[in-house]
């Protein structure tokens, strides 16, 4: 047997008044938590930079609070350094300033102007490869790949700083960078080839 309701027009006006307040309070908090959220936290200040960045110049405005790794990933579509742990403990952020590693999550943009900044887009020359990413390859020094810039990087600064003595100061030297995948044999034997050379 079919149940029939009865609605009256008092409860079709009521039930539709209260929905159409509901709607309204997220609109009306909102706009409470942009006004308190202005007054309390500063505007952020945009600073005009000229980067030089793979031996390319780059004219742009950035928060004064912009490390470099959301500079280079965020405004310059450079993706090769990886977002990873963003507090300076991976490695898988690893960019050159001035041919000196650095992480590039704990590196503010606003500290790079007048410097040479290189990242794993720029370590090769034109379509030839840089020695190091040719040993990668042929050593089988990655695997899922996600850390593989960072750890090249580190590896070029490696050998240029001549810690390739022995397996154990590469390791000493490397251990900066992480690589879940474990592929620490094949990195270590990459940078002693690239040092051999």
């Known amino acids: 047997m079919k149940q029939e309701h009865n609605y009256s027009r008092r409860f079709f006006l009521k039930t539709s008044s209260m929905l159409g307040a509901l709607a309204f309070i997220p609109r009306g908090v909102k706009a409470f938590y942009e006004e308190v959220k202005n007054f309390i936290v500063p505007q952020k200040e945009q600073l ?5 960045i793979n031996k390319k110049s780059y004219a742009i405005k950035a928060d004064t609070r912009t490390t470099l790794l959301d500079l280079l990933r965020e405004d310059l579509n450079l993706t090769g350094a990886k977002k990873g742990c963003d507090h300076g403990q991976c490695g898988a952020c690893t960019v050159h300033i001035d041919g000196e590693r650095v992480l590039s999550c704990l590196t503010l943009a606003a500290m790079v102007p007048g410097k040479e900044v290189t990242t794993i887009e720029g370590l090769a020359n034109g379509d030839k490869l840089h020695p190091m990413q040719e040993a990668f390859i042929e050593c089988d020094g990655f695997q899922c790949g996600y850390c593989t810039p960072g750890q090249i990087m580190s590896a070029v600064a490696c050998v240029k ?37």
Do not use: D, W
């Not at 005009?48 to 030089?52: D, H, K």
């Not at 390739?164 to 990459?190: D, H, Q, W």
């Open 48 to 52: 005009p930079l000229t980067v030089s």
């Open 161 to 197: 700083e001549g810690h390739t003595k022995s397996v154990a100061e590469i390791k000493e030297f490397m251990s900066g960078n992480l690589c879940r995948c474990g592929a620490y044999n094949g990195i270590v034997e990459s940078i002693q080839k690239v040092a051999a050379k």
